[in-house]
């Protein structure tokens, strides 16, 4: 076992789909240990790590995302930020959190902190990695100085211990390249629709989080629970979601073309590690493209193949984009585009500042989550990466 170096708190970041440990539905279905796991609880009751997770919405773009993990960790009202709201359609502030970490930033355990991304919770702490490095110039121009918010300022990357990603869509994913602009507009238009009419109803069910876009209420403060309530004055946000080919909307961010310039001049901290675990559950056939392996999930059986088989031109899907774990192509589970990667074996001596990919683990793109994976499999596995970080020397 590697000798731990750090104690600093983990924060596991769910991704496309991903459900809050308070609605109803996580008692049949943990986002991270499925049906009869919880990776979370596991973390802190048996082994004693101080571990969070918190719910961002499931269907809303890298950005956000980023606005509201920094809310959940430091407390307080999301500010999506003068620039990005007018941009994206959206309503500048969000929830208000309770803030897990308000501390952190102040020397002991809570100086730092770690971060794990699954599918799109890779970008979304990725995205959040570098505004809190860098900051963003837009938000600082467009917002009177004494309403900034302080994650718009940046200087504050030197706080992130470690940055892990476990099958991210870091530059997307060649099934909605597949399914095309018509098919995802399609889907973000029902979508949306579907969450107006039903949300503010089901919302401690399963939380779809489209207040962002008035397409639905904040649950903190809805007085009514009514199907289909309000449904003309949702309209709007309804048209700007299944219109925000640039940005806010899950489904396009996925596009390789849109994460790509989401994540456009991506920069390292130099102090932070940052590791990918990629995941591929297809293999090379004797006709050069992919089959899927026999103990995968059957629904990405197909979808595995249609990807493992599936390029088009004038886009980054190429053959080298054929490997997948069934949602996601192996390329994309790295670095942004254009920025530096090395392949390592192990995280034993890594650098900080650069991306280190690991080998591929052969499961498909749920097996982070638990999906019929063995109890004692899945939490060694998962164990041994949360080990591996807290052994990484701090970087001061």
């Known amino acids: 076992m590697a000798i731990k170096q750090t104690n600093y708190p983990t924060i596991l970041v769910h991704g496309f789909l991903g459900v809050d440990q308070a609605n109803y539905f996580s008692y049949i279905f943990q986002y991270f240990g499925s049906f009869t796991k919880d990776l979370r609880k596991h973390w802190v009751k048996d082994l004693g790590y101080e571990v969070y997770q918190p719910s961002l919405g499931p269907f809303t773009g890298m950005w956000e995302r980023s606005c509201e993990l920094y809310a959940y960790i430091f407390g307080g009202t999301v500010d999506y930020g003068v620039y990005h709201s007018?941009?994206?359609?959206?309503?500048?502030?969000?929830?208000?959190?309770?803030?897990?970490?308000?501390?952190?930033?102040?020397?002991?355990?809570?100086?730092?902190?770690?971060?794990?991304?699954?599918?799109?919770?890779?970008?979304?702490?990725?995205?959040?990695?570098?505004?809190?490095?860098?900051?963003?110039?837009?938000?600082?121009?467009?917002?009177?100085?004494?309403?900034?918010?302080?994650?718009?300022?940046?200087?504050?990357?030197?706080?992130?211990?470690?940055?892990?990603?476990?099958?991210?869509?870091?530059?997307?994913?060649?099934?909605?390249?597949?399914?095309?602009?018509?098919?995802?507009?399609?889907?973000?238009?029902?979508?949306?629709?579907?969450?107006?009419?039903?949300?503010?109803?089901?919302?401690?069910?399963?939380?779809?989080?489209?207040?962002?876009?008035?397409?639905m209420e904040d649950p903190a403060t809805c007085t009514s629970k009514a199907i289909g309530r309000n449904m003309e004055l949702k309209q709007a946000g309804i048209k700007a979601y299944a219109e925000a080919y640039d940005g806010g909307n899950i489904w396009y961010e996925m596009k390789p073309s849109v994460s790509d310039a989401m994540l456009k001049g991506w920069k390292a901290n130099p102090k932070t590690y940052y590791i990918a675990h990629p995941a591929r559950g297809t293999h090379t056939n004797k006709y050069g493209t992919e089959t899927p392996d026999s103990h995968i999930f059957p629904l990405f059986m197909l979808t595995g193949w249609i990807m493992g088989n599936y390029t088009k031109k004038d886009t980054p899907v190429d053959k080298t984009w054929l490997?997948?774990?069934?949602?996601?192509?192996?390329?994309?589970?790295?670095?942004?585009?254009?920025?530096?990667?090395?392949?390592?074996?192990?995280?034993?001596?890594?650098?900080?500042?650069?991306?280190?990919?690991?080998?591929?683990?052969?499961?498909?793109?749920?097996?982070?989550?638990?999906?019929?994976?063995?109890?004692?499999?899945?939490?060694?596995?998962?164990?041994?990466?949360?080990?591996?970080?807290?052994?990484?020397?701090?970087?001061k």
């Open 86 to 215: 007018q941009k994206h359609g959206i309503k500048r502030f969000g929830r208000t959190y309770p803030g897990v970490l308000p501390d952190l930033g102040t020397p002991g355990d809570h100086a730092k902190v770690n971060l794990i991304g699954h599918s799109f919770g890779g970008p979304t702490v990725t995205m959040f990695s570098w505004i809190m490095t860098e900051g963003c110039k837009e938000e600082l121009e467009a917002t009177p100085a004494d309403e900034v918010s302080e994650f718009f300022k940046g200087g504050k990357g030197d706080m992130l211990h470690s940055i892990s990603t476990l099958s991210a869509t870091n530059r997307g994913t060649s099934a909605t390249v597949f399914a095309g602009d018509k098919l995802l507009h399609t889907i973000s238009k029902v979508l949306m629709t579907a969450g107006a009419y039903a949300g503010d109803a089901l919302d401690k069910v399963y939380d779809l989080y489209f207040d962002p876009w008035g397409a």
């Open 323 to 395: 490997p997948n774990d069934g949602i996601v192509n192996v390329p994309s589970m790295g670095a942004p585009k254009d920025v530096p990667e090395v392949q390592v074996e192990t995280t034993e001596g890594i650098e900080p500042g650069i991306w280190n990919v690991l080998p591929t683990h052969n499961w498909d793109h749920q097996g982070w989550a638990g999906m019929f994976i063995g109890k004692d499999y899945y939490y060694g596995t998962l164990d041994k990466i949360l080990e591996d970080i807290y052994a990484l020397p701090d970087v």
